[in-house]
C-alpha cells in the first residue's frame, strides 16, 4: 500500500513500517561490489542530512545544487534538503561548466553537492565566476582537493556535523510545518534550443503525480527496481520516488554504460527507460538471429510470430486467446523468450516504463512478444513526468502513449498541439515570468509543444511543433518519427534529419563503427580509418539498401533521399546534444554545413 506521505518525512515514516527491511542496492564510486542500506539506515542517514544542512545555514526554501551521477548520497542529499523545507536543484553529471555557471547564477545556489572528480573540478573552476556559491560537497572520498581550496569538505565530513543530531528540534518544527505549496526542485530543461530554463516542481505537484501513478501503474514492496536513467530526469525522479512510496528496492546505478552488467548482477523486476535502450535490445537479438544457422532462425522467427498474434493481436486489445494458442505461447515463452530475458537479467521481469521519445512501432511490438511488459507513457518537466501511460492488463494500442492519468485534462487545440492541466502542471519557470507567460493559454492550459490526438481514450503524438520541417516543395516533415525508423537498423547508432527549407530529405548518419568495421573485413574492403569507411561506395550502396527497405511505408516526400556518413559521433562537446542526448538540431547545421550543402548539390 502506498505512503504518499509529504516529501519532508516519507522516507521516516516508511522506516517506521519496514525497519531493517533492504531498500537501496548500491556500489560506492568506482567500486565492484553491491552494497545494501536498510529503511533505517536510510533515514538516520537521511536525518544527518538534515541537520548538517541547519548547521551550514540552510534557510527554508533556498536552493541547493547537486551535481552528480545517480548514487546513495544523491537520494540522502534530496530527502535531507526537503527535511528542512530546503529546495534541491539537479545538475546532469555530464553540464559543461558554461551550463553549471549559468545555474549556479540563477538560482543563487551556496551550496554544491557534487559526485566525483569531473564535477569537483568543473565546480572549482567556475566558483570564482559564481559569486553566491560558499560551500562544495564531495561525494566520493577519492576525489583530489585542490589544496587551495578552502570551501570543498568531503561528504563523510559533511555529515559529521550532523552527527548527534543537534538540531532535531528545529528539523522536526520545520517538518511539522512543510506545506504542499513549498517549492522541491528547480529542474532545469537542457533546451534544444537557447538557454536552459528552470521547471519548478513543488511538494504538492509530487503528491499529485504519486497519488495518479498509484493507481495505474502496479509497482509494489516486492519490486527491485534498477535506475537506469539519472536522476536529475524527471522521469527517473518522479519514478524512484513513486517506488519508494511503495515500499520498493531501488538498484542505484551510478554508470549509464554499465546497465546491461548491473541488470546481469543485480536481477531488476523494473526499471524506467527511454526507446533508445530497447532499440539496442532489439538490434542485439536481431543480431544473434542473422548469425545462427536458417533452422535457428526460422524457429525464433515463429516463435516471435506466436508471441506476437498471442500478446498484441489478443491480449492488447483485451480479447482471450484461443486455448491451442495460448498453450503453443506458454511453452515457447518458458523455452526460449526465457533465454531472452534471462540472458538480460530479466528473469523476474514485471514491468517497464518506457518515455522520452517516439517508440518505434516495431520495437514495442518485439518487447512486447518476447514476454516483457513494456509501458510506453508520455510527459515532460513540467507536467512532472506522466501524462499519459498504458495501464498493465487493460488494452492498449501499438503506436499511442497511452491513458491519461487522473487528474489531467487534455485538450487538443485548433493547430493541433497537446495542451494540459491539472494539479501535476508546474506554475511557471523560475525567475522567468516572460517564458512563463508564454507557456499557457489565457484558461490556463499549459503548451506541450507536441502535435497530438485523441481516439478512443488513448493519447497519439505526432511530433515536436517547433521540430516539424518544411521542405521548399511545402511538404510538412517530422524529422522524429523518421529517424526512430532509421534507428533500429543495426549499423546505425546516430542519425541526423535534414530537410528544413531543402528540396528533399537528406540524413546524416553515425554508424555502429565495430560492426561496419566487421562487415568491411568480411568483404574485403580495404581501410584504415573510418573516414576510408565513410567515403567507401560499397558501404554506401549496403547502408542505402537497409535504409529503402526500412522507409518503404513513408510517404515518397517523407523519404531519406541522400546521406552522408560520419566519422564521429555527436556530442555533448561540440554542443550538438543536451544533456539528456536529445539533438540540436540548430548546431547540426552549423557545425555540418559544408556537408549538409554537398547533399544539395545539382
Same mark, same amino acid.
Given at each position: 500500500?502506498?505512503?504518499?506521505?509529504?516529501?519532508?518525512?516519507?522516507?521516516?515514516?516508511?522506516?517506521?513500517?519496514?525497519?531493517?527491511?533492504?531498500?537501496?542496492?548500491?556500489?560506492?564510486?568506482?567500486?565492484?561490489?553491491?552494497? *545494501?542500506?536498510?529503511?533505517?539506515?536510510?533515514?538516520?542517514?537521511?536525518?544527518?542530512?538534515?541537520?548538517?544542512?541547519?548547521?551550514?545555514?540552510?534557510?527554508?526554501?533556498?536552493?541547493?545544487?547537486?551535481?552528480?551521477?545517480?548514487?546513495?548520497?544523491?537520494?540522502?542529499?534530496?530527502?535531507?534538503?526537503?527535511?528542512?523545507?530546503?529546495?534541491? !536543484?539537479?545538475?546532469?553529471?555530464?553540464?559543461?561548466?558554461?551550463?553549471?555557471?549559468?545555474?549556479?547564477?540563477?538560482?543563487?545556489?551556496?551550496?554544491?553537492?557534487?559526485?566525483?572528480?569531473?564535477?569537483?573540478?568543473?565546480? #572549482?573552476?567556475?566558483?570564482?565566476?559564481?559569486?553566491?556559491?560558499?560551500?562544495?560537497?564531495?561525494?566520493?572520498?577519492?576525489?583530489?582537493?585542490?589544496?587551495?581550496?578552502?570551501?570543498?569538505?568531503?561528504?563523510?565530513?559533511?555529515?559529521?556535523?550532523?552527527?548527534?543530531?543537534?538540531?532535531?528540534?528545529?528539523?522536526?518544527?520545520?517538518?511539522?510545518?512543510?506545506?504542499?505549496?513549498?517549492?522541491?526542485?528547480?529542474?532545469?530543461?537542457?533546451?534544444?534550443?537557447?538557454?536552459?530554463?528552470?521547471?519548478?516542481?513543488?511538494?504538492?505537484?509530487?503528491?499529485?503525480?504519486?497519488?495518479?501513478?498509484?493507481?495505474?501503474?502496479?509497482?509494489?514492496?516486492?519490486?527491485?527496481?534498477?535506475?537506469?536513467?539519472?536522476?536529475?530526469?524527471?522521469?527517473?525522479?518522479?519514478?524512484?520516488?513513486?517506488?519508494?512510496?511503495?515500499?520498493?528496492?531501488?538498484?542505484?546505478?551510478?554508470?549509464?554504460?554499465?546497465?546491461?552488467?548491473?541488470?546481469?548482477?543485480? #536481477?531488476?523486476?523494473?526499471?524506467?527507460?527511454?526507446?533508445?535502450?530497447?532499440?539496442?535490445?532489439?538490434?542485439?537479438?536481431?543480431?544473434?538471429?542473422?548469425? *545462427?544457422?536458417?533452422?535457428?532462425?526460422?524457429?525464433?522467427?515463429?516463435?516471435?510470430?506466436?508471441?506476437?498474434?498471442?500478446?498484441?493481436?489478443?491480449?492488447?486489445?483485451?480479447?482471450?486467446?484461443?486455448?491451442?494458442?495460448?498453450?503453443?505461447?506458454?511453452?515457447?515463452?518458458?523455452?526460449?523468450?526465457?533465454?531472452?530475458?534471462?540472458? =538480460?537479467?530479466?528473469?523476474?521481469?514485471?514491468?517497464?516504463?518506457?518515455?522520452?521519445?517516439?517508440?518505434?512501432?516495431?520495437?514495442?511490438?518485439?518487447?512486447?512478444?518476447?514476454?516483457?511488459?513494456?509501458?510506453?507513457?508520455?510527459?515532460?518537466?513540467?507536467?512532472?513526468?506522466?501524462?499519459?501511460?498504458?495501464?498493465?492488463?487493460?488494452?492498449?494500442?501499438?503506436?499511442?502513449?497511452? !491513458?491519461?492519468?487522473?487528474? !489531467?485534462?487534455?485538450?487538443?487545440?485548433?493547430?493541433?498541439?497537446?495542451?494540459?492541466?491539472?494539479?501535476?502542471?508546474?506554475?511557471?519557470?523560475? /525567475?522567468?515570468?516572460?517564458?512563463?507567460?508564454?507557456?499557457?493559454?489565457?484558461?490556463?492550459?499549459?503548451?506541450?509543444?507536441? *502535435?497530438?490526438?485523441?481516439?478512443?481514450?488513448? =493519447?497519439?503524438?505526432?511530433?515536436?511543433?517547433?521540430?516539424?520541417?518544411?521542405?521548399?516543395?511545402?511538404?510538412?516533415?517530422?524529422?522524429?518519427?523518421?529517424?526512430?525508423?532509421?534507428?533500429?537498423?543495426?549499423?546505425?547508432?546516430?542519425?541526423?534529419?535534414?530537410?528544413?527549407?531543402?528540396?528533399?530529405?537528406?540524413?546524416?548518419?553515425?554508424?555502429?563503427?565495430? =560492426?561496419?568495421?566487421?562487415?568491411?573485413?568480411?568483404?574485403?574492403?580495404?581501410?584504415?580509418?573510418?573516414?576510408?569507411?565513410?567515403? /567507401?561506395?560499397?558501404?554506401?550502396?549496403?547502408?542505402?539498401?537497409?535504409?529503402?527497405?526500412?522507409?518503404?511505408?513513408?510517404?515518397?516526400?517523407?523519404?531519406?533521399?541522400?546521406?552522408?556518413?560520419?566519422?564521429?559521433?555527436?556530442?555533448?562537446?561540440?554542443?550538438?546534444?543536451? /544533456?539528456? =542526448?536529445?539533438?540540436?538540431?540548430?548546431?547540426? /547545421?552549423?557545425?555540418?554545413?559544408?556537408?549538409?550543402?554537398?547533399?544539395?548539390?545539382?
Amino acid at each position: 500500500m502506498q505512503n504518499n506521505s509529504h516529501l519532508a518525512v516519507l522516507i521516516h515514516e516508511q522506516a517506521k513500517k519496514y525497519g531493517d527491511r533492504e531498500v537501496l542496492i548500491y556500489k560506492d564510486f568506482g567500486g565492484t561490489e553491491w552494497k *545494501s542500506c536498510s529503511w533505517n539506515q536510510f533515514s538516520a542517514i537521511v536525518r544527518q542530512v538534515s541537520n548538517a544542512l541547519l548547521n551550514l545555514g540552510v534557510k527554508k526554501q533556498e536552493n541547493v545544487g547537486v551535481f552528480s551521477q545517480n548514487s546513495a548520497q544523491y537520494l540522502f542529499c534530496d530527502f535531507g534538503a526537503w527535511g528542512v523545507r530546503a529546495v534541491t !536543484i539537479p545538475f546532469y553529471a555530464t553540464s559543461s561548466e558554461q551550463q553549471i555557471q549559468f545555474i549556479l547564477n540563477d538560482a543563487k545556489i551556496r551550496i554544491l553537492f557534487v559526485g566525483e572528480q569531473d564535477q569537483y573540478d568543473k565546480a #572549482h573552476r567556475v566558483q570564482a565566476t559564481c559569486h553566491t556559491l560558499e560551500r562544495i560537497i564531495v561525494f566520493d572520498r577519492g576525489v583530489c582537493l585542490n589544496k587551495e581550496d578552502t570551501m570543498a569538505m568531503y561528504f563523510d565530513d559533511f555529515l559529521k556535523l550532523g552527527d548527534g543530531l543537534p538540531r532535531q528540534t528545529e528539523v522536526e518544527a520545520l517538518q511539522a510545518s512543510a506545506s504542499m505549496d513549498d517549492i522541491a526542485n528547480i529542474l532545469y530543461t537542457s533546451g534544444t534550443t537557447g538557454d536552459s530554463k528552470g521547471v519548478i516542481l513543488t511538494c504538492g505537484q509530487y503528491h499529485a503525480a504519486l497519488e495518479a501513478n498509484n493507481k495505474c501503474v502496479p509497482v509494489g514492496e516486492e519490486d527491485r527496481v534498477l535506475n537506469f536513467l539519472p536522476f536529475t530526469h524527471i522521469f527517473e525522479k518522479g519514478w524512484k520516488i513513486l517506488c519508494l512510496t511503495e515500499g520498493a528496492k531501488l538498484i542505484v546505478n551510478t554508470y549509464p554504460q554499465q546497465v546491461q552488467q548491473a541488470m546481469k548482477e543485480t #536481477h531488476p523486476t523494473c526499471m524506467s527507460s527511454v526507446p533508445r535502450f530497447w532499440e539496442k535490445v532489439y538490434m542485439g537479438v536481431q543480431e544473434k538471429i542473422e548469425s *545462427s544457422s536458417v533452422m535457428q532462425r526460422k524457429i525464433f522467427e515463429h516463435a516471435i510470430a506466436v508471441g506476437k498474434r498471442h500478446n498484441i493481436d489478443y491480449l492488447s486489445k483485451g480479447k482471450k486467446p484461443p486455448v491451442t494458442l495460448h498453450i503453443e505461447y506458454e511453452m515457447l515463452n518458458k523455452t526460449i523468450f526465457s533465454l531472452v530475458r534471462r540472458e =538480460l537479467g530479466l528473469e523476474n521481469a514485471h514491468f517497464f516504463p518506457t518515455a522520452g521519445a517516439t517508440v518505434n512501432p516495431k520495437v514495442e511490438e518485439f518487447v512486447h512478444s518476447i514476454g516483457i511488459n513494456m509501458v510506453v507513457g508520455y510527459g515532460l518537466t513540467e507536467s512532472l513526468a506522466t501524462v499519459s501511460c498504458n495501464h498493465l492488463g487493460d488494452p492498449w494500442t501499438v503506436g499511442s502513449v497511452g !491513458i491519461p492519468i487522473e487528474g !489531467i485534462s487534455i485538450r487538443i487545440s485548433d493547430e493541433g498541439e497537446v495542451l494540459l492541466k491539472g494539479p501535476t502542471i508546474t506554475r511557471g519557470y523560475y /525567475n522567468r515570468e516572460d517564458l512563463t507567460k508564454q507557456a499557457f493559454t489565457d484558461d490556463g492550459y499549459f503548451r506541450t509543444g507536441d *502535435s497530438g490526438y485523441l481516439k478512443d481514450g488513448e =493519447l497519439f503524438l505526432k511530433e515536436r511543433i517547433k521540430d516539424l520541417y518544411k521542405t521548399s516543395n511545402g511538404k510538412y516533415i517530422a524529422p522524429q518519427m523518421i529517424e526512430s525508423k532509421i534507428l533500429v537498423d543495426k549499423y546505425v547508432d546516430q542519425i541526423a534529419i535534414i530537410a528544413d527549407q531543402r528540396k528533399f530529405v537528406s540524413a546524416l548518419i553515425i554508424p555502429v563503427y565495430p =560492426l561496419l568495421e566487421e562487415y568491411a573485413r568480411e568483404h574485403g574492403i580495404d581501410f584504415q580509418t573510418r573516414e576510408d569507411l565513410c567515403k /567507401n561506395q560499397q558501404i554506401h550502396d549496403m547502408m542505402e539498401e537497409r535504409i529503402d527497405t526500412l522507409q518503404q511505408q513513408l510517404a515518397y516526400y517523407e523519404q531519406i533521399k541522400r546521406f552522408t556518413l560520419l566519422p564521429h559521433a555527436f556530442s555533448m562537446e561540440r554542443g550538438e546534444l543536451t /544533456n539528456t =542526448l536529445k539533438i540540436k538540431r540548430r548546431v547540426l /547545421n552549423e557545425n555540418y554545413r559544408h556537408e549538409i550543402d554537398m547533399m544539395y548539390e545539382e
